[in-house]
């Protein structure tokens, strides 16, 4: 597969990947070299990325604990304090192997020690190949809020194997597919229909779905890349998805949803307000409705969890002057950003969702 080269850094495929990695290795001559992962990537992955680096760089592994409770200012502390501890200097490098939530805190952590140290990302998750390690945003949660702490900063470089999706539990491997049918939502409704039915695919295929979707998120970004305007499109489902993953994340009567589930959910609320206010026909709301309920597990909600999960919208990073800025659709494959929605829709968008 070609690599994509983007505004500020490059994004690689493969075996050529690897190659591409010790070249640079060989020509930045990084001082150190510090593998970020977590408890599973460090037993999954780590021992097969370690024997396609060749360099003579002395390389240190830190590891965190894994999920997205863990993604915190705290978790960072600890990481900063080892790089110190550790010696690390502003030519250090450092490698974030993981999913979300490494390469958005390790990235976080590499673009604020010492004002800024080189890094590389290499997701291992679906929704990382996809979603995280594109585009340069990094950060962690606060408290129950996400990504509410960040910068956008792109790495060297972003290296894609779907060789590491091998090890990936199937909830988390629908996770990821979320955005890349939200990709297909709010750009290309020819990628909207090919991954409808998923029953039929081979591994080549996916391959080459990871590969559009992160074309499709590419263009959006490249566009954009400050999110003052088109890239607000990635965040179709967000508005009510994050909201949802927060409010179920810190309710201890509630079951964790991984961000694709709660995403998945918000993608349906949305298109039913869309329906409301940007003419989305009901025939595509309920195919997109649909294809949701095919993929992942339906959700309840009680009266006190939606007005809950209302509130928590306030904190969303698109809102400004007070308002909440929805991203919808006017058909599949075209999204508008910047929509106020009465809370009256929200609310039977809900409905919509449970009926």
């Given amino acids: 597969m070609k690599s994509i080269q983007s505004v500020n850094n490059i994004i690689l495929f493969g075996q050529e990947a690897f190659q591409k990695l010790n070249d640079y290795l060989k020509n930045s001559k990084p001082s150190k070299i510090f593998l970020l992962v977590d408890s599973n990537t460090q ?11 060749s360099t003579d760089v002395e390389v240190e592994i830190i590891e965190i604990e894994p999920g997205e409770t863990n993604k915190t200012i705290d978790t960072c502390n600890g990481v900063w304090q080892t790089l110190s501890d550790l010696d690390a200097d502003r030519k250090s490098l450092m490698i974030n192997l993981g999913g979300g939530v490494v390469t958005d805190l390790g990235g976080f952590v590499a673009c604020t020690f010492k004002r800024g140290i080189p890094y590389i990302n290499i997701p291992t998750s679906l929704l990382a190949m996809v979603d995280a390690s594109v585009g340069g945003k990094t950060g962690v949660d606060l408290g129950h809020l996400k990504n509410q702490i960040g910068v956008i900063s792109n790495s060297e470089m972003v290296l894609i194997d779907v060789g590491f999706l091998a090890t990936l539990p199937q909830n988390q491997m629908k996770s990821g597919l979320a955005e890349m049918l939200k990709h297909g939502l709010i750009k290309d409704e020819a990628y909207w229909k090919k991954l409808s039915d998923l029953s039929q695919l081979s591994s080549t ?10 074309i499709i998120k590419h263009e959006v970004v490249s566009k954009d890349l400050n999110e003052d305007g088109i890239r607000k499109t990635l965040n179709f489902g967000h508005t009510l998805g994050h909201a949802i993953e927060s409010y179920f994340i810190t309710n201890p009567e509630k079951e964790d949803l991984l961000h694709g589930e709660a995403i998945a959910v918000g993608m349906v609320l949305a298109a039913y307000i869309s329906t409301k206010l940007t003419g989305l026909s009901r025939a595509e709301t309920d195919n997109i409705k649909n294809v949701m309920l095919q993929t992942f597990q339906k959700v309840n909600f009680s009266t006190k969890d939606i007005e809950e999960i209302i509130k928590l919208m306030k904190y969303d990073k698109k809102n400004s002057h007070g308002n909440i800025n929805f991203v919808l659709l006017e058909k599949i494959g075209v999204s508008k950003i910047d929509c106020l ?3 009256d829709i929200i609310y039977e968008s809900f409905n919509y969702y449970a009926n």
């Fill in 43 to 53: 037993e999954h992955c780590a021992p097969f990325f370690l024997q396609q680096l």
């Fill in 341 to 343: 929605v009465p809370n």
């Fill in 205 to 214: 295929d996916l391959e080459n779905l990871i590969y559009e979707s992160v």
